[in-house]
């Protein structure tokens, strides 16, 4: 009747093959996710590109009007105000797709309609669900990093060559951010405006203080570290060098890249961990 | 050497040992820092048995549930299911249980065969293995005329029954439920009841869990009634029911005022006697006969009824009458 191949277990035959289904148990989950994205497709567009697109035209190109007046065509960093802006605002993109996909998803997961506690009951682990949010969050941030890099790249921001290393970086901040994030979030046992304080004290500062509008260094130096601790920041320096040949002080490409690579970590061990508490409680 | 052979033989026992016993608990615990869920209970379940897990709110029943369905880990005695321990091999026992949770938890966004599609995929099904699989699922939960409706324009019981469509998707061993027809109207609840018995007569392991004493007479083979954590009584419901209980139960009114004088006068008729606010409940083999010995006395009860003892009086009696929170 049913002619899926069979796997022996306990002597009788079984459906499920025990093997595949551990070692992919992540991508089932992110399967999931996606199915759900896609239910909001045209919401994640607008939301996705809505706000971006509006920093592009005011201060990309309405203050970039203004800069590149009084600093010369290429007078920020050697190169025009909006390619100068442009991986900064790819990397906020980013992590805003991934504050989408790991804060009230994750929430739900727990608290709402305790999906997670459904995944759980098969045999996907803790660990799985945090593997498939974080792939679920990687394919929602390259789906808007590169709509809105075809969007930077119309309006002359970037060059084709610079598409792909400024999207790499970009996906780097938001990954290092979801991860983050989702540790932050296992631990939430209500909304209670959570979420909303993410918004104003750590999204927003971290919008605003990263090197976004103009170089790092222009800020004081007890503004400088909100930079230093910031994925946009790392993201951003790093996507101006890599696009455009902005100069960085010696192995600070490797800081950071290992800054971000460490913050993608400790969330993920952070994460496994907690979801797997939570679970068995 | 000898010791060591010895070792040798109950693990060889332990291997084939429990082809036919699916679930061995023995001095299951669950502590939650100081307070303690589950306290220490034995029981046993057999391949293809209908078992049930009956008790008030905060007995311990879904805690139990959780600690057989392999996620809340347990933290004292052993418990063994399909022949493997929970605390170390969870994914690898999940993968062969049917979970029907006390709330449906679909993904509303969904249409009701894509949350069936999704579930099968956790566990790894093909896609073309699964197609066909979410149609015998629908059909057998009398859903197919809803298969392209979104999860939140279903009734309850629909979404009950596509709860319980959902734990059978990867063909399990063991099919738990927590509490599965709480919130139905009876119509829903008689649906759901064949659903279930289909399933037993398949030779599906059912699990159990209910506040219905009707329900759990209907579908149990075997119970254990719960309370504060421990095992107050197990048994078929009908040897409960004749050892906790009597054949026939009467009950009569007396109105409210006078009900506590009378009984004080009629105690000794019966085999055991309840005085409530509101009725006297007399415990007999024969309930018209105590009835008659109650008017021999001289007393006339405003209402008087006879009705065959229940898992109900075997429930209260066990666990006692005072609500609990």
Request: charged share 20%; proline share 3%.
């Amino acid at each position: 009747m049913l002619t899926e191949p069979k796997m022996t277990w306990q002597g009788a035959a079984k459906i499920v093959d025990m093997k595949k289904a551990l070692t992919w148990g992540p991508w089932f989950v992110a399967e999931y996710r996606l199915r759900n994205m896609s239910k909001w497709l045209g919401a994640i567009i607008a939301f996705g590109l809505g706000n971006p697109v509006l920093y592009l035209l005011s201060v990309g190109i309405g203050i970039g009007a203004l800069v590149d007046q009084n600093q010369g065509a290429n007078g920020v960093d050697g190169v025009s105000y909006l390619t100068f802006l442009a991986p900064a605002l790819l990397a906020t993109s980013a992590i805003q797709a991934a504050m989408d996909e790991t804060s009230f998803p994750t929430l739900q997961g727990f608290v709402w309609d305790k999906s997670f506690f459904s995944m759980n009951a098969t045999q996907l682990t803790g660990g799985s669900i945090v593997g498939g949010i974080m792939i679920a969050s990687a394919a929602r941030c390259i789906f808007n990093t590169g709509i809105y890099a075809m969007v930077l790249w119309a309006f002359g921001a970037i060059t084709a060559q610079s598409i792909l290393v400024l999207i790499f970086a970009a996906i780097f901040a938001g990954l290092a951010f979801a991860s983050v994030m989702l540790a932050a979030t296992s631990f939430v046992k209500h909304d209670d405006g959570f979420f909303a304080l993410v918004g104003r004290f750590i999204i927003a500062p971290m919008f605003m203080f990263s090197g976004t509008f103009y170089p790092l260094e222009n800020l004081p130096i007890y503004l400088q570290w909100i930079g230093w601790i910031s994925p946009v920041w790392h993201a951003t320096d790093m996507g101006r060098n890599l696009s455009y040949g902005h100069d960085v002080a010696p192995g600070m490409m490797v800081i950071h890249f290992a800054f971000l690579l460490a913050i993608l970590i400790v969330g993920q061990v952070v994460a496994m961990r907690q979801f797997s508490r939570r679970l068995a409680k | 050497m000898g010791n060591a052979f010895k070792e040798e033989s109950t693990e060889l026992a332990k291997k084939t040992a429990p082809a036919d016993l699916m679930i061995v608990a023995k001095g299951l615990t669950k502590k939650y820092d100081d307070f303690t869920a589950v306290d220490g209970i034995d029981f046993q379940v057999k391949r293809g048995e209908s078992f049930g897990l009956l008790g008030p709110n905060g007995a311990g029943k879904s805690t139990t549930m959780k600690m057989i369905g392999a996620t809340s880990l347990r933290t004292g005695g052993e418990l063994t299911i399909l022949g493997k321990d929970p605390n170390k091999q969870g994914p690898e026992i999940r993968a062969h249980l049917g979970v029907v949770p006390q709330t449906d938890n679909h993904d509303n966004d969904l249409k009701a065969w894509e949350n069936l599609y999704i579930y099968g995929r956790y566990f790894g099904l093909g896609r073309k293995f699964l197609k066909k699989k979410v149609e015998e699922l629908l059909d057998f939960a009398q859903l197919q005329d809803k298969r392209d409706v979104k999860v939140d324009q279903l009734s309850g019981g629909m979404k009950r029954r596509l709860t319980i469509a959902r734990g059978l998707v990867n063909e399990p061993e063991i099919l738990m439920l927590d509490e599965p027809t709480t919130g139905l109207d009876p119509q829903a609840r008689h649906i759901l009841w064949d659903r279930l018995f289909r399933l037993k007569e398949e030779g599906v392991t059912l699990v159990i869990t209910t506040h219905y004493m009707d329900e759990a007479e209907q579908l149990c083979d075997r119970l254990i009634v719960m309370d504060k954590g421990k095992i107050m009584a197990e048994g078929a419901p009908a040897d409960l029911i004749k050892k906790y209980s009597s054949k026939e139960v009467l009950e009569v009114r007396f109105g409210s005022s006078k009900n506590a004088e009378a009984a004080e006068k009629l105690k000794h008729l019966g085999d055991r006697i309840e005085t409530l606010p509101d009725r006297i409940l007399f415990y007999a083999e024969d309930g018209e006969k105590v009835l008659k010995q109650i008017h021999k006395l001289g007393f006339e009860p405003a209402t008087s009824l006879v009705r065959r003892s229940s898992l109900e009086d075997v429930f209260l009696r066990l666990t006692g009458r005072t609500l609990v929170e």
